[in-house]
T-cell receptor
Framework: AQKVTQAQTEISVVEKEDVTLDCVYE???????LFWYKQPPSGELVFLIR??????QNEISGRYSWNFQKSTSSFNFTITASQVVDSAVYFC????????????FGKGTKLTVNP | KAGVTQTPRYLIKTRGQQVTLSCSPI?????VSWYQQTPGQGLQFLFE???????NKGNFPGRFSGRQFSNSRSEMNVSTLELGDSALYLC?????????????FGPGTRLLVL
């Protein structure tokens, strides 16, 4: 069965601090996809990043970076130099390959960036 | 390109009534998925439609149903509403090209059941 765990329920930082959001997943598939979404107070889920299970290269995109490690089933997401506008709930999600776009979400981490 | 749109944005119903929510996907996207978000259960997958066929279904009672039209627009229906159906209902669309695609979400419909 698929499962996504975000152990951090809430994180509070001061502006310009770096913050890492943790995500651990479980799946029996060898091919799967991992995502991070952001949900601001307005409610809409905003796509941030996506990673395929066969590509463990970690990347940086602007202030966002991610660390994908298959050996520990982790897909952590880092925001560098956080800003107040980064305040939102962040969701990690898993999708298994094979005929459906179904996403399994973690419970989310609420990030508050204080000025 | 316009994003995913959902109507209505807010809805208040009473127990026992039924409700229909609508979702228009991004132009060219053929897969539409529905999710329910509640404080207690988080984000849960309801069902997915592709080419007017239900391709996958989550663990929800039969009161929850959906359909997709030939233009990829989708509707979901909840019959005999219960208080626990109060939630944010999110629709997502994706471009199906053979691999796994990224889902893009709409703003959601907030349903309150009294």
């Amino acid at each position: 069965a698929q499962k996504v765990t975000q152990a951090q329920t809430e994180i509070s930082v001061v502006e310009k601090e770096d913050v890492t959001l943790d995500c651990v997943y479980e799946t029996r598939d060898t091919t799967y996809y991992l995502f991070w979404y952001k949900q601001p107070p307005s409610g809409e889920l905003v796509f941030l990043i996506r990673r395929n299970s066969f590509d463990e290269q970690n990347e940086i995109s602007g202030r966002y970076s991610w660390n994908f490690q298959k050996s520990t089933s982790s897909f952590n997401f880092t925001i560098t130099a956080s800003q107040v506008v980064d305040s939102a709930v962040y969701f990690c999600a898993l999708s298994e390959w094979g005929g459906s776009e179904k996403l399994v979400f973690g419970k989310g981490t609420k990030l508050t960036v204080n000025p | 390109k316009a994003g995913v749109t959902q109507t209505p944005r807010y809805l208040i119903k009473t127990r026992g009534q039924q409700v229909t929510l609508s979702c228009s996907p991004i132009s060219g996207h053929r897969s539409v998925s529905w999710y329910q978000q509640t404080p207690g259960q988080g984000l849960q997958f309801l069902f997915e439609y592709f080419s007017e066929t239900q391709r996958n279904k989550g663990n929800f009672p039969g009161r929850f149903s959906g359909r997709q039209f030939s233009n990829s627009r989708s509707e979901m229906n909840v019959s005999t509403l219960e208080l626990g159906d109060s939630a944010l209902y999110l629709c997502a669309s994706s471009l199906v090209t053979g691999g796994q695609e990224t889902q893009y979400f709409g703003p959601g419909t907030r349903l309150l059941v009294l």
